[in-house]
């Protein structure tokens, strides 16, 4: 089994879904069957994620990242690592006239009994980030790190304040 790219990179902003995609290419005399699993299965979508390939053929396969949550900072993912594991198995006597689809759903059944025969590949993935930028230099400290209100206070601050003022008000008036 031979994996182009052997890497993957997902290019910034992390906040969005980006695509890439990886090329199975089996070549070897029997037909294989193949899961691709990862370590972050919740950031990334991958179609087909198991699949049955002929001899001398070759599948591609989708990797969607979903994209982090904005406050999440890039550098963490610098620091991070995900990985993929391309499981593959030659397909064994017993199952060559087996439909594919029966194949496919007894994958863990396979996976157990042929376990021996079991090939296991690793694509690594990176995710480009992009360099941080410095503020210019007619921002004051406070100014980069919160949005103002107009008078120095920081809004979660100011929005508060105001609910505060409310609720005494109502409290007032049903009194």
């Not at 980006?18 to 090329?23: D, F, L």
């Not at 037909?31 to 070759?58: L, M, Q």
């Not at 930028?133 to 304040?161: M, V």
Request: proline share 6%.
């Amino acid at each position: 089994m031979r994996i182009v790219p052997e890497k993957l990179v997902f290019k910034a902003p992390l906040n969005k879904q980006s695509t890439e995609y990886i090329k199975l290419e089996n070549d070897g005399e029997k037909r294989v069957i193949f899961k691709v699993r990862t370590s972050a299965p919740t950031k990334y979508c991958v179609r087909p994620n198991v699949a049955i390939i002929g001899a001398h053929e070759s599948v591609n396969v989708q990797i969607v990242f979903l994209g982090l949550p904005k406050s999440t900072a890039d550098d963490e993912m610098d620091q991070k690592r995900d990985k993929f594991l391309i499981v593959t198995l030659p397909i064994p006597a017993a199952y060559q006239n087996v439909e594919d689809g029966e194949l496919l759903s007894d994958w863990p059944n396979l996976e157990e009994q042929y376990k021996d025969d079991i090939v296991f590949k690793k694509i690594k993935i990176f995710h480009s980030v992009l360099p941080k930028r410095k503020p210019s230099g007619n921002h004051d400290a406070e100014s980069a790190r919160a949005p103002s209100a107009g008078n120095g206070q920081s809004l979660s601050s100011r929005a508060l304040l105001i609910i505060t003022v409310i609720a005494l008000l109502v409290g007032w008036i049903y009194y």
